[in-house]
């Protein structure tokens, strides 16, 4: 279940390290970090998985996976 939710993990020069943002869970702007990318995706796929179980556990619905269009994105 928690492979249905996604996380934008992108460099941050001021950290020096990868920053995490899990977008279906937004009241935080970054959730985790790593100081390698393959860290950060490890990370974060972590607090997926603990965000999942809590929500559980709460009885509360998860968020709604973001969706991306079917068709191929045009590049200009």
Not at 29 to 53: D, M, P, R
Not at 56 to 74: M, V, Y
Request: charged share 25%; proline share 8%.
């Amino acid at each position: 279940m928690s492979d249905r939710y996604c996380m934008v993990i992108q460099w941050s020069d001021e950290d020096n390290c990868y920053l995490v943002h899990l977008p279906e869970f937004p009241w935080q702007q970054f959730h985790t970090h790593g100081k390698s990318y393959e860290e950060a995706a490890k990370h974060g796929q972590e607090v997926i998985e603990s965000l999942v179980e809590w929500y559980q556990e709460q009885g509360k619905a998860l968020p709604e996976p973001i969706t991306f269009p079917q068709k191929p994105l045009k590049v200009a």
